[in-house]
């Protein structure tokens, strides 16, 4: 596998439910990312992970809870979540947070019934 | 802050029509610049990049050209395909700092045959 890949590309899950994102990089990078995507919305910054710190929490729910357990992985945890939290939930990594660019990875299509 | 102001959208062309999207930016410094192209279904992918004034990014036909003077960094081709329906973000990196990159709101092109 090379570059940045999310799993799963699609997720249902009804408002009681628990589920998680996967996102991994394959690049060697020390950042990475969590964005949230909704339809006629601008891209939304959630989370930013550096050398597997958390540096960036821009006021997001609770019940968002993203893991960081070494530098190629990250996680977004679900729970309890509402319908207008469905989005497209893009992973991004880069080699530091300033200065360079982001990767993108294919999204998880998320759909809260 | 940084910020990024990209031209609203939706931009509708015919096949072969030149293309101009325009992008404009605040910062401090001497920031790196992006364009990155979102095709449907899937994450953002980079497109090109200027790392420094009159440098010029190219790639797939589109180019665009860091301009301190004007702060812009305007995305163009010369003729377009139906293939070039996307969304496009311009996106800046701060070179100091702790500060990820900062997108615009993405401008949605649609190339009719």
């Known amino acids: 596998e090379t570059g940045v890949t999310q799993t799963p590309r699609h997720l249902v899950m009804g408002m009681t439910n628990k589920k998680s994102l996967k996102c991994e990089q394959h690049?060697?990078?020390?950042?990475m990312y969590w964005y949230k995507q909704s339809a006629k919305k601008p891209l939304e910054l959630m989370f930013v992970?550096?050398?597997?710190?958390?540096?960036e929490n821009n006021s997001v729910p609770s019940r968002f809870s993203p893991e960081c357990p070494n530098s190629s992985h990250l996680f977004l945890h679900l729970h309890t979540l509402q319908p207008e939290d469905s989005a497209l939930y893009l992973c991004?990594?880069?080699?530091?947070?300033?200065?360079?660019?982001?990767?993108f990875g294919p999204g998880t299509r998320l759909t809260v019934t | 802050g940084n910020s990024v102001t990209q031209m609203e959208g939706p931009v509708t062309l015919s096949e072969e029509a030149f293309l101009t999207i325009n992008c404009t930016y605040t910062?401090?410094?001497?920031?790196?610049l992006f364009w990155y192209v979102q095709y449907p279904g899937e994450g953002l992918q980079l497109l090109l990049k200027?790392?420094?004034?009159?440098d010029k990014g190219s790639n797939k036909g589109f180019e665009a050209t860091y301009r301190k003077e004007t702060t812009s960094f305007h995305l163009e081709k010369g003729s377009v395909q139906v293939s070039d329906s996307a969304v496009y973000f311009c996106?800046?990196?701060?070179?100091?700092?702790?500060?990820?990159?900062?997108f615009g709101k993405g401008t949605r092109l649609s190339v009719i045959a």
């Open positions: 991004a990594s880069s080699q530091l947070t300033a200065g360079y660019e982001q990767y």
């Open positions: 690049l060697g990078h020390n950042a």
């Open positions: 992970y550096s050398l597997e710190e958390r540096v």
């Open positions: 910062a401090t410094g001497y920031p790196s």
């Open positions: 200027a790392t420094k004034a009159d």
């Open positions: 996106a800046l990196a701060s070179n100091s700092g702790n500060t990820p990159l900062v």
